[in-house]
C-alpha cells in the first residue's frame, strides 16, 4: 500500500552544523504534510506544516520544503542545538479530518 | 498554551482484562483521533471521531476497541480484553475545526503494559 517512508533512521551533526531530514512519500493525493519531533517518553510535538500547493515554508530555525515531481519532503534545522536532539517523522493526510500518516522516523544526533 | 493531556501516564494490566484510557482534548476542537506506537515503531492511526461518531478507523481498531465521548470534555479508548500485543504507548490527538489548519495536537501518550 501506499505509505510516507524515511530515507535516513539515524543523523548525526554538530552543535551549530545545518540538518536536513529527508522523507519520501508515495500518495500524489496527499494534500497536507507535517513534521513533528519526539522527545523521549513524550507525544508527537508539532514542528511545521506545509499544503501541497506550496514549495518551501519557513519557520524559526525550521524550513520544509517540498518537491510533488519526486514526490519527497525535507526538514531543514539550521544551527542545531542539543535540544533539537530527537526522533522526527514526517506525517501526510488527505483531506480535512483523516487519518496522519507517519513515516517510520529519524533519530537526530547533536554532538557537541 | 492549550494542551492535550491524558491519563493514566502509564497503566500496566493483566492479559484477558479491560482498560480505558483518558483524554483532554484541546477545549475548541471538534477532531478526536487515536493512534499508538509499538515500542521502536512508528505512529498508528487506530480511529477518528467527529460529531459524536466514528469516522474513520483502521483495521487495528477491531471489535475489542471502542471510544466514546461521554461529556463534553473526555474523550476515551476502552480496550475490552487485552491482549499482550497490545502493549504500546496510545496517543491521544484533537484538531480544531478551521479550515485554515489540519494540525492534529498530540498528548503526552498512555503507556500501556500487558502482562
Known amino acids: 500500500g501506499e505509505s510516507v517512508g524515511l530515507h535516513l533512521p539515524t543523523l548525526s551533526v554538530q552543535e551549530g552544523d545545518n540538518s536536513i531530514i529527508n522523507c519520501a512519500y508515495s500518495?500524489?493525493?496527499?494534500?497536507?504534510f507535517i513534521w513533528y519531533k519526539q522527545e523521549s517518553g513524550k507525544g508527537p510535538q508539532f514542528i511545521i506544516d506545509?499544503?501541497?500547493?506550496?514549495d518551501k515554508r519557513q519557520g524559526q530555525r525550521v524550513t520544509v520544503l517540498l518537491n510533488k515531481t519526486v514526490k519527497h519532503l525535507s526538514l531543514q534545522i539550521a544551527a542545531t542545538q542539543p535540544g533539537d536532539s530527537a526522533v522526527y517523522f514526517c506525517?501526510?493526510?488527505?483531506?480535512?479530518?483523516?487519518?496522519?500518516?507517519f513515516g517510520t522516523g529519524t533519530r537526530l544526533q547533536v554532538t557537541l | 498554551e492549550p494542551e492535550v493531556t491524558q491519563t493514566p501516564s502509564h497503566q500496566v494490566t493483566q492479559m484477558g482484562q479491560e482498560v480505558i484510557l483518558r483524554c483532554v482534548p484541546i477545549?475548541?476542537?471538534?477532531?478526536f483521533y487515536w493512534y499508538r506506537q509499538i515500542l521502536g515503531q512508528k505512529v498508528e492511526f487506530l480511529v477518528s471521531?467527529?460529531?459524536?461518531?466514528?469516522?474513520?478507523k483502521s483495521e487495528i481498531f477491531d471489535d475489542q476497541f471502542s471510544v466514546e465521548r461521554p461529556d463534553g470534555s473526555n474523550f476515551t479508548l476502552k480496550i475490552r480484553s487485552t491482549k499482550l500485543e497490545d502493549s504500546a504507548m496510545y496517543f491521544c490527538?484533537?484538531?480544531?475545526?478551521?479550515?485554515?489548519?489540519?494540525?492534529?495536537?498530540f498528548g503526552p501518550g498512555t503507556r500501556l503494559t500487558v502482562l
Open positions: 506545509i499544503r501541497s500547493n506550496m
Open positions: 506525517a501526510d493526510h488527505t483531506g480535512t479530518a483523516s487519518k496522519l500518516t
Open positions: 490527538a484533537s484538531k480544531g475545526a478551521e479550515t485554515s489548519t489540519d494540525t492534529q495536537y
Open positions: 477545549s475548541n476542537h471538534l477532531y
Open positions: 471521531f467527529y460529531n459524536n461518531e466514528i469516522s474513520e
Open positions: 500518495n500524489s493525493a496527499s494534500d497536507y
